[in-house]
């Protein structure tokens, strides 16, 4: 067990297409993956949080990631989403991921039902990294609370523990993370609105829902972050900004999945207790891409 994965830049948060009949759509899926494989993006990761990861079955889970690996053919890393559930349960999940997939880690969500104590939160993360074969990275949902930088800073100096996926956005907690954090151990964040403050706080980089369509110009965003450029990746992320508030009205899943439709990549469907975007949302979306430059629609058809 050691720290030797080390992610930065764009990373896609895969989304899970279904088809009519409520099963994973797998040509849609494969239309997906050969389009990451021929941008710019550095990882996909699968099982995430806009692959509505908790509503599939573990053998739903163990396949798609099998899919997408051999699809993917070693072009990008590949990480493992590993949906929240009881520890026990979860460590179990584990050991069949290591052992049937060709990842280079596992992204742990956040147990179910959730860690009331922070005795909880620790031994549930602690007992998939002695569990993994492969080093976990720890997604972070939560609202700040006094204790939980202390808590992540714990993980943090576990061997099989390499890194964090925060979703919160939350700023304070991003800063503490990244002055306490050892060189080893990297930082992500998965609030899309969020990428560019948090770049420029510090942050390694990022795993996209909005990626998915439009992974060109993500991936050219984070560059031009990583180098100091803020000016042109300030205008990347104005032009984004609209799409990525009103995605968080209604859930990643069911906003990127409109979108994906919009351009012919994928059905527009979801499963329960998810459900479509509302018809306000899902004009509200349609204006904003209306209003995107035309370089940018082009790019996400193709």
Not at 127 to 135: I, M, N, T
Request: with cysteine; proline share 5%.
């Amino acid at each position: 067990m050691n720290k030797t994965l080390r992610l930065s830049g764009m990373g896609v948060n895969l989304v899970t297409p279904f088809n009519a009949a409520g099963e994973i759509d797998y040509p849609a899926l494969e239309r997906l993956v050969l389009k990451m494989k021929t941008s710019s993006i550095e990882f996909i990761v699968v099982n995430g949080s806009a692959a509505e990861a908790a509503l599939l079955s573990p053998e739903e889970c163990l396949r798609s990631l099998e899919f997408v690996a051999e699809i993917n053919d070693c072009e990008k890393l590949i990480i493992g989403g590993l949906p929240g559930s009881d520890t026990r349960s979860s460590v179990s999940q584990i050991l069949s991921f290591t052992q049937r997939s060709s990842c280079s880690a596992i992204l742990c969500h956040e147990p179910l039902p959730r860690a009331r104590t922070a005795s909880g939160y620790l031994g549930h993360f602690r007992s998939l990294a002695q569990a993994s074969a492969l080093p976990i990275i720890i997604e972070h949902n939560q609202a700040s609370t006094p204790d939980i930088i202390g808590v992540l800073m714990q993980l943090a100096t576990n061997p099989n523990v390499c890194g964090i996926v925060e979703a919160t956005g939350d700023v304070a907690l991003n800063g503490a993370l990244i002055r306490n954090a050892s060189d080893d151990f990297f930082i992500l964040t998965s609030r899309d609105v969020m990428m560019l403050p948090l770049m420029a706080l510090g942050i390694d980089g990022a795993v996209s829902t909005i990626a998915n369509a439009f992974p060109v110009e993500c991936s050219e965003m984070m560059g031009q972050m990583a180098f100091g450029n803020f000016q042109d990746a300030q205008l990347t992320h104005h032009a984004l900004a609209p799409l990525l508030r009103i995605l968080e009205s209604e859930g990643e899943a069911s906003g990127i999945k409109a979108i994906l439709n919009h351009f012919n990549w994928a059905e527009n469907l979801v499963r329960l207790p998810n459900t479509p975007v509302s018809e306000e949302i899902r004009r509200a979306i349609y204006r904003e891409l209306a209003e995107l430059p035309q370089h940018m629609v082009e790019l996400a058809m193709q």
